[in-house]
C-alpha cells in the first residue's frame, strides 16, 4: 500500500467537511505540481533549441506564479 493509498483511507475517518478541504487542498497542489512540471518542460526544450531568457526574469515570472 503506498502512503496516499494509506492517507486516503485514513482521510475517511474524518468528518465530511475535513475531508473535502483536504480534497480541494490536495487537488490544488496536484494542479500546482504539474503546471511546474510543463513549465520546466517547456524551458528544457527553450534551452535545447538555444533559447535564452535573463535568469531573474525567469525567476520573478515562477516566483509571481508558484509563490515563494
Known amino acids: 500500500m503506498t502512503k496516499l493509498e494509506r492517507a486516503l483511507r485514513e482521510a475517511t475517518k474524518l468528518p ?6 483536504l480534497g480541494d487542498d490536495l487537488l490544488h497542489y496536484i494542479d500546482r505540481y504539474l503546471a511546474l512540471r510543463e513549465e520546466i518542460a517547456i524551458g528544457v526544450a527553450e534551452l535545447d533549441r538555444g533559447e535564452t531568457v535573463p535568469a531573474e ?7 509571481t506564479r508558484y509563490g515563494g
Do not use: G, I, S, T
Not at 465530511?16 to 478541504?21: C, G, L
Not at 526574469?57 to 516566483?63: I, S
Open 16 to 21: 465530511a467537511e475535513v475531508q473535502e478541504k
Open 57 to 63: 526574469e525567469v525567476f520573478a515570472k515562477l516566483k
